[in-house]
């Protein structure tokens, strides 16, 4: 017999209310073991810096330490409301946990409920854990909730006063705790999901010796991990029914489909006339908004955000097509003039106007000569030239600029005194150039000014960059543009047949936001660091390049304000790195994957002669930011992509050697500095990034002209900083954790040896969270003062820049009147300093007045007759 479509329709529908008929009427108490979705114990310390997220136990009593260190609570959640259906009846909660070590006779741990969300952690001891460990970000602390940002109301948890259940623990074994009291718990949080924070247990705390210790949902024994009986009666399941006509009501699903209507779903309502045609807001690429039902935004090519969505201020971005626009290879400046044979270039700084999408209006951007990146200069070593550097950034009138195109901060060093002003200056990041061509932070020019720098390029061929470092203001000069490939050559590459010409690309990856108009977007106020939403490769948004089959040496530059970039290629292909910061490796390695920090430079050869005509490979970006951060946050993926044509390009093998380095001895090391990187609270921004506690104008680092020195930066911090030191280039000697206890660190773990990327000659380190990297460098040629700082401009523009001064050696100046740093003469000051300090050192690396030794060969560790000779003899101003 064939039924017609309409009864088979109502089979269906005379089916399902059948079924859900014998259901109800089967309906009975249900049981669910449920595992903790997460455990931890408190180490009482009210420093709150112990904590076991992540181990095999968890405590509860006191052990034998002193008072004050002794008390242990472990506290273990459920997530109930995934596991039991909303509205029903808790019947009976058995709680059951294994005992697996103790000492101390039988003792009551009871169960109590507790007030406060709190979180798991990473924290992980070794051994039996009764100790703890140093706790890390997200821990659950004695004193924090989320290590090391939020507090427990009260030391040592927050809880119900009154137990939810007692068990009297006594040899190693399972117990359980059971009662009304853990049903009212579980009912509370059935009830109010949010409010499920779960239970502390806490052990005899009147007396020592009493610990219990239990297994946590770690343990690697299944069967000890605690367990969750709850047996519950479910509810009888109505929801809104819309009815036809849109009308609605409250039924069973059975009586639902009875009246041919629509069920909602379990616990919904008919609040607000449900059964309308729901809308919410509709996004579109252009940043619009719309209420719309989904369907009607799907038609008109919207993005339907969700419903009752409402449409609000920046809740719809910005949506630009990836891989339309090719990417341009910044042109190379060819010099003005010859003056003496030295290359002259007159380097214009102004306001113009660029296309950076196919899809955005243009953008009004300062850049050298009037493009975005600027030009590029090619350089070869040992060869002079000279740039003059012009402010010629006019308004949309054409009139010299006297404000700033950008919102500026006010609070930052610089413009507090200095305003608005749209001030320059140009720093050759890389370049080992005298300090008075070194672009000074403060040395800077208005619209109208110009400044002559000299490059003597006495240093090995490498990939540098030009880029403004106005201080307090280089993040918004260098967001506006103000940046540009400096390539110094050297003619080894053409005896190694690298690649070059065509094949030998400069690639700056930055990113950038902006606004519907096309206008750039970046925050009137200072905050601790800015990304972008867009990755802009050579003033091109997320572009494409052709290439041939064959190698390209691709020099890449992170030029970000803040942004850490993590690189590969999207189909996990292969690249040959060639070369860092400061110039070629000894050999090339093969790498798949490597991570940039702001301001880091590599070259890496990439052989498109691998794949066929029409491959289409992303490069790749995996980095969060802020970095390290949380894996896939804030994440751009999309740089550009390469597409792969017929024609035939380099094939030149990779040479297996590319030069000899000097390697830096640790032994030749005059003096080792350390320096502690930490943020601190501030009045006007609210917060800044300090080294040593210092600001801008604290000078306190004093080099002898040709000495070596070894820089150790310690991290205190979470986020990584990327250290860029000017005028040396240095070698990585190795970085190791540090445990920071407040304003102390103790350096733990093994100490490694530098990365892939950090082999050769350095500029910029990374300086992970936590941790101390120690760099060797040798401060050779030029005397002044010259910078380091941190590379993430928004630090850099608030303090996180200090200055140190080389100069000629002068041991016996070692202080002047105020006892402070030295003053270019040997003098009273400098014979008392010297008599405070007689006899032995206490620290042979910060003993200034220990000047030579008998044979006048150096120091000797001694402050004594033969240093006095020595300041004798030195009297006066030092030469």
């Known amino acids: 017999m064939t039924v017609p479509q309409s009864g088979r329709r109502l089979c269906g529908r005379v089916v399902a209310a059948l079924t859900l008929v014998v259901t109800a009427m089967n309906a009975s108490a249900d049981q669910v073991s449920v595992p903790p979705s997460r455990d931890c114990t408190l180490y009482e310390l009210n420093i709150g810096l112990l904590a076991n997220g992540s181990g095999n136990h968890v405590f509860a009593g006191r052990n034998n330490q002193s008072p004050g260190t002794s008390i242990r609570r472990a506290i273990l959640a459920f997530d109930i409301a995934a596991n039991v259906p909303a509205g029903a009846t808790i019947n009976s909660v058995t709680l059951t946990m294994n005992m697996s070590r103790s000492t101390a006779g039988p003792t009551n741990v009871s169960a109590h409920r507790l007030s406060t969300d709190w979180n798991e952690g990473p924290a992980a001891p070794g051994g039996q854990e009764g100790s703890g460990t140093q706790a890390s970000a997200g821990d659950t602390t004695w004193i924090h909730t989320y290590y090391d940002t939020q507090l427990w109301t009260t030391a040592g948890g927050d809880f119900i006063a009154g137990a939810s259940a007692t068990t009297n623990v006594g040899g190693l074994g399972s117990y359980s705790w059971t009662g009304a009291g853990l049903v009212a718990d579980m009912q509370f949080w059935l009830d109010n999901p949010a409010l499920d924070f779960g239970w502390i247990m806490l052990g005899d705390e009147s007396s020592l010796h009493t610990a219990k210790r239990f297994d946590s949902r770690e343990n690697p024994t299944p069967a000890d991990r605690p367990e969750l009986v709850i047996d519950f009666t479910a509810p009888v399941a109505v929801g809104a029914c819309c009815l036809p006509g849109n009308s609605c009501q409250v039924l069973t699903e059975v009586d639902c489909i009875n009246m041919t209507g629509t069920y909602q779903g379990s616990g ?38 969700g419903d009752l969505v409402a449409c609000t201020v920046g809740l719809c971005p910005l949506v630009l097509e990836p891989f339309v626009d090719a990417m341009p290879v910044p042109a190379v400046m060819v010099p003005d003039s010859f003056p003496g044979g030295v290359p002259h270039y007159d380097m214009e700084i102004v306001e113009f106007e660029q296309k950076l999408h196919r899809d955005l209006p243009d953008t009004r951007l300062w850049g050298y000569e009037g493009v975005y990146p600027g030009p590029t200069i090619e350089a070869v070593s040992g060869q002079p030239i000279e740039v003059n550097f012009i402010n010629d950034l006019r308004d949309e009138l054409n009139v010299l600029r006297t404000e700033h195109l950008l919102p500026v901060d006010l609070c930052p060093h610089g413009p507090n005194f200095l305003g608005n002003s749209p001030r320059v200056v140009t720093h050759l990041h890389g370049g080992h150039i005298p300090a008075e061509f070194d672009g000074n932070p403060e040395d800077t020019i208005l619209p109208g000014e110009s400044q002559l720098y000299e490059y003597p390029n006495i240093q090995d061929a490498s990939t540098l960059w030009y880029h403004d470092h106005a201080l307090g203001i280089t993040r918004l000069n260098v967001y506006l543009g103000l940046a540009g490939f400096y390539l110094i050559d050297d003619g080894n590459d053409a005896a190694l047949n690298l690649p070059d010409g065509a094949y030998d690309v400069p690639i700056v990856m930055q990113d950038r936001s902006f606004n519907v108009d096309g206008s750039l977007e970046y925050p009137a106020a200072w905050q601790d660091h800015y990304f972008g939403d867009f990755m802009v490769v050579n003033g091109v948004v997320t572009p494409f390049m052709d290439v041939d089959q064959g190698k390209y040496r691709l020099r890449l530059l992170n030029g970000c304000n803040a942004r850490t970039l993590t690189l590969s290629l999207s189909n996990s292909g292969s690249f040959d790195l060639i070369a860092v910061d400061g110039g070629l490796l000894e050999t090339p390695t093969t790498m798949t994957v490597l991570t940039l920090a702001p301001a880091e430079r590599v070259e890496v050869i990439v052989d498109f002669a691998l794949y066929t005509p029409g491959t289409e490979i992303i490069l790749e970006n995996s980095a969060p930011a802020p970095f390290p951060g949380t894996p896939g946050v804030g994440v751009i993926p999309n740089v550009m992509k390469f597409i792969v044509g017929a024609s035939a390009g380099d094939t030149d093998a990779v040479p297996g050697s590319l030069r000899v380095i000097e390697t830096l001895n640790e032994v030749d090391s005059k003096i080792s500095r350390n320096f502690e990187l930490k943020k601190v609270s501030e009045p006007c921004a609210g917060s800044q990034w300090l080294i040593n506690g210092h600001h801008w104008d604290h000078i306190s680092e004093f080099v002898n002209l040709g000495d070596t020195e070894i820089w150790e930066f310690t991290n205190m911090s979470g986020m990584m900083h990327p250290m860029h030191m000017h005028l040396v280039f240095f070698q990585v000697l190795d970085r190791q954790p540090n445990a920071v206890r407040g304003d102390d660190v103790n350096r733990t773990g093994v100490a ?19 941790e101390t990297v120690r760099v060797i460098a040798r401060f050779e040629d030029y005397t002044g003062l010259f910078p380091y700082h941190c590379h993430i401009l928004e630090h850099e523009d608030h303090e996180m820049m200090r200055q140190y001064e080389v100069r000629v050696p002068c041991p016996a100046d070692f202080t002047d009147a105020s006892s402070g740093p030295p003053d270019d003469v040997v003098d009273v000051f400098d014979l008392l300093a010297l008599l405070s300090a007689w006899g032995p050192c206490g620290d042979p690396n910060n003993c200034p007045a220990d000047i030579t030794n008998s044979a006048t060969t150096g120091p000797d560790g001694v402050v004594d007759v033969f240093d006095l000779l020595e300041l004798l003899s030195s009297w006066g101003g030092c030469v």
């Open 268 to 305: 919904t309502d008919c609040t607000g006339n449900s059964c309308a045609p729901v809308t919410g807001a509709c996004c579109f690429d252009d940043t619009t908004c719309q209420d719309l039902a989904s369907t009607a935004c799907a038609f008109s090519g919207g993005t339907y955000q």
């Open 752 to 770: 490694t040896g530098p990365t892939a990327t950090e082999v050769g000659w350095k500029d910029t380190v990374q300086v992970g969270p936590f």
